[in-house]
């Protein structure tokens, strides 16, 4: 048997009921549980005089913690561990947070120790994990049975972490949007879509002194004739976005969700009976998502484009075969980039 020392003590050893030099070691431990093979690292304490390995009462907890944590990670469970993080995540104690999700007192304890938890509960949890949102939902349910400064406690702690998931939502909002255009190279560009190269390539254009008055229909159709020409350059577009023929031009589908993006440097300007969109960066940046090929195609479009004024891109826009081909509303298909006018 292979056993690496952790540690040692000189302590009455209780295997041999003799005083010496006791080292604790770690065993990588094989076996059958639930009917599913598991390997997990068991820790013994090793007796060299009698040659014997045994356990104390805490190692004893720990191993057969270690033992069901490596049966659930085979079976795709969350661990005793993994259950505690999400515990910590909140900041919410074990009898509150089985007040939350109305289980037995102790039914989070035994979860985060000995008992396995099974597929229902399981699923409940990942869901509290990955969305707070849900979790301050339940918490506003319980509030009458958790003490009210325990309430403000979790409620401030899954505030946060539900303001700094709203990046995530967004972004899969916008991905649902696009789920049903997968499957058409003409209304992606042949490109899957990169919500990263779309907030660099807005990112781009905002930071380019090629770029003059960088307000939202304007920078629509620079994003527009960038993936046109480089549709037409490469085959295939930058961003994988799908843009729609609206009245002002090409416009992608899920504009509004996504100039709130994380990174996007859009500042909203009250303008009186309606607000505008202006985008403009000035410190220094660097866009890790573009290729140079990328940005030597945006560059081409900041030269024939930027220094326009809206309505001379409005103007261009309407007159591209791409968009006098495409009935109002509908999805520009990529294959009039080979008419592109720049």
Known sequence: MRMKIIDSEKKLCSCCMEEHEVNIVKVKENTSYKGRDVTYDAFYTYCENADELYMDEQQI???????????????????????????????????????LLGWGGKTITRYESHQIQDRAHDT?????????????????????????VSY??????????????MDLYLRKAIEAKYAKFLGNAMYHGNTELSLDKVIDMIRYYAASKGVSNLYKVKLMKLMWYADALSYKQRGSAITGL????????????????????????CEEIDMGDVNAYHFSL????????LSEEDKSIMDMVICKLGKMTKDEIVSTMHNELAYIK?????????KYAENLMI
Request: overall charge negative; glycine content about 6%.
């Open 124 to 148: 409940i949890l990942k869901k509290v994990d990955h969305d707070p949102e849900w979790f301050l939902c339940l918490l506003n349910d319980a509030k009458g049975n958790i003490s009210e």
């Open 152 to 165: 403000h406690k979790y409620s401030s702690s899954a505030s946060r972490l539900y303001e700094a998931s």
């Open 61 to 99: 907890r720990e191993n057969d913690i270690r033992l069901k944590d490596s049966y659930r990670e085979a079976e795709g469970l969350l661990t005793s561990h993994a259950i505690s993080a999400i515990r910590a995540k909140y900041g919410i104690s074990q009898s509150d947070f089985c007040i």
């Open 242 to 265: 799908v843009y729609q023929a609206l009245p002002m031009g090409a416009v992608p589908i899920g504009h509004n969700v996504i100039i709130t993006l994380k990174g996007v440097p």
């Open 326 to 334: 495409t009935a109002p509303r509908e999805i520009i298909e990529f």
């Open 282 to 289: 000035t410190e220094e940046c660097n866009y890790p998502s």
